[in-house]
């Protein structure tokens, strides 16, 4: 004792932490933790070439600075500036960034096919371009699909159908309450805009983009299909494994793409645009020759196939060298096959 005062003794972390269980029933950790190693991710990028740039304001970099909001564009206090939209599936998000309109991560919703085809564009004459990942997928990898952004991306496609057509009404029993199912309302709702946009427009970028998407899940559901059959032996015997498949996938696949562009009022056949298995004349030989696209809308070709089919196949040079002047040849495989399966072959240079 000095001075007259009692020592106190100091309490242990250990105590304390002790103290603490007993008064709340949760536990202090007392190891020491080495200190959490900082990644940082740079969102800003340019989604034609996937090459880097600086924020902010770069094109389509993903952010707009703030200094760009003025009069009445300015977001109200406490009122979200934009509705929830779909992640992109190719692009990870800058959390700070506005998603959707044209301040952040556009949807992963391709408007062309080239957008499909990373590269397409530049490519040269007879490149094989294959179909980027997730192309098209409505989630992406990370399957991020909430009711509330099905519900939004709803009523985004919705909005933008009746932009064109304002007599459009979407018959629905109701939001759709399983992941399956919202995708499915938001695959039918893509179909009925790019019909609207064919029909009332002349556009035929959205269409060329759903045809595919449709094509990709009617092929991988006929293969599946397919095999089950051909082993329970309910397919042709005298024909080989992939013959039987390949003809199987053929009649089922052109027989719903047929189905699909009368559901949706979209003409097809001899003369038009769009074409379900039509000949294709070349007539710029003495001879007329002709081959058949699987589907053919405007200058977009697709065959749909087990095989692999290179740009020196004569049919790939029969869809090129036709009348109707194919821009690319899209190859349709079951994806079952493996990545890269499905890619398009860019017409070839003279």
Same mark, same amino acid.
């Given at each position: 004792?000095?001075?007259? $005062?009692?020592?106190?003794?100091?309490? /242990?972390?250990?105590?304390?932490?002790?103290?603490?269980?007993?008064?709340?029933?949760?536990?202090?950790?007392?190891?020491?933790?080495?200190?959490?190693?900082?990644?940082?991710?740079? !969102?800003?990028?340019?989604?034609?070439?996937?090459?880097?740039?600086?924020?902010?304001?770069?094109?389509?970099?993903?952010? /707009?600075?703030?200094?760009?909001?003025?009069?009445?564009?300015?977001?109200?206090?406490? +009122? /979200?500036?934009? !509705?929830?939209? $779909?992640?992109?599936?190719?692009?990870? !998000?800058?959390?700070?960034?506005? #998603?959707?309109?044209?301040?952040?991560?556009?949807?992963?919703?391709?408007?062309?096919?080239?957008?499909?085809?990373?590269?397409?564009?530049?490519?040269?004459?007879?490149?094989?371009?294959?179909?980027?990942?997730?192309?098209?997928? #409505?989630?992406?990898? &990370?399957? %991020?699909?909430?009711?509330?952004?099905?519900?939004?991306?709803?009523?985004?496609?919705?909005?933008?159908?009746?932009?064109?057509?304002?007599?459009?009404?979407?018959?629905?029993?109701?939001?759709?309450?399983?992941?399956?199912?919202?995708?499915?309302?938001?695959?039918?709702?893509?179909?009925?805009?790019?019909?609207?946009?064919?029909?009332?427009?002349?556009?035929?970028?959205?269409?060329? +983009?759903?045809?595919?998407?449709?094509?990709?899940?009617?092929?991988?559901?006929?293969?599946?299909?397919?095999?089950?059959?051909?082993? &329970?032996?309910?397919?042709?015997? /005298?024909? &080989?494994?992939?013959?039987?498949?390949?003809?199987?996938?053929?009649? &089922?696949?052109?027989?719903?793409?047929?189905?699909?562009?009368? %559901?949706?009022?979209?003409?097809?056949?001899?003369?038009?645009?769009?074409? +379900?298995?039509?000949?294709?004349?070349?007539?710029?030989?003495?001879?007329?020759?002709? %081959? #058949?696209?699987?589907?053919?809308?405007?200058?977009?070709?697709?065959?749909?196939?087990?095989?692999?089919?290179?740009?020196?196949? !004569?049919?790939?040079?029969?869809?090129?060298?036709?009348?109707?002047?194919?821009?690319?040849?899209?190859?349709?495989?079951?994806?079952?096959?493996?990545?890269?399966?499905?890619?398009?072959?860019?017409?070839?240079?003279?």
């Amino acid at each position: 004792m000095k001075n007259g $005062l009692i020592p106190i003794a100091r309490k /242990s972390l250990h105590a304390h932490a002790f103290e603490h269980y007993l008064r709340t029933g949760r536990r202090i950790d007392l190891q020491p933790r080495r200190a959490a190693i900082e990644r940082k991710f740079n !969102p800003y990028h340019d989604p034609d070439n996937g090459q880097f740039t600086f924020a902010p304001g770069g094109r389509r970099s993903g952010t /707009s600075p703030r200094s760009s909001q003025r009069g009445s564009d300015a977001p109200k206090p406490g +009122v /979200s500036a934009n !509705p929830a939209k $779909l992640l992109l599936a190719q692009y990870r !998000p800058n959390p700070r960034a506005r #998603i959707g309109g044209n301040r952040g991560p556009a949807l992963n919703d391709p408007m062309m096919l080239e957008r499909a085809f990373p590269g397409q564009r530049n490519a040269p004459g007879s490149s094989i371009i294959a179909l980027a990942d997730n192309a098209l997928d #409505i989630t992406g990898p &990370s399957r %991020r699909l909430t009711t509330e952004l099905a519900d939004a991306e709803v009523k985004e496609l919705i909005a933008q159908i009746k932009q064109v057509d304002p007599d459009f009404r979407y018959q629905s029993l109701g939001p759709s309450t399983t992941l399956e199912g919202q995708i499915n309302e938001i695959r039918d709702l893509r179909m009925h805009r790019a019909a609207v946009r064919y029909n009332k427009l002349g556009d035929m970028g959205q269409l060329q +983009v759903e045809v595919l998407r449709r094509m990709q899940i009617s092929v991988d559901r006929a293969y599946d299909n397919a095999i089950k059959l051909y082993e &329970s032996g309910h397919l042709r015997a /005298s024909l &080989s494994r992939s013959e039987a498949i390949g003809n199987y996938i053929d009649r &089922s696949v052109k027989a719903e793409m047929k189905r699909l562009f009368a %559901r949706h009022g979209i003409e097809h056949g001899a003369g038009k645009q769009v074409r +379900v298995a039509g000949r294709e004349y070349d007539t710029s030989r003495s001879v007329r020759t002709y %081959r #058949i696209p699987d589907v053919r809308v405007g200058k977009m070709a697709y065959d749909m196939t087990t095989e692999r089919k290179l740009p020196s196949k !004569p049919q790939i040079r029969g869809f090129f060298g036709a009348d109707f002047g194919a821009d690319s040849a899209v190859i349709v495989r079951p994806t079952q096959l493996g990545r890269g399966s499905t890619y398009a072959i860019k017409r070839p240079r003279k």
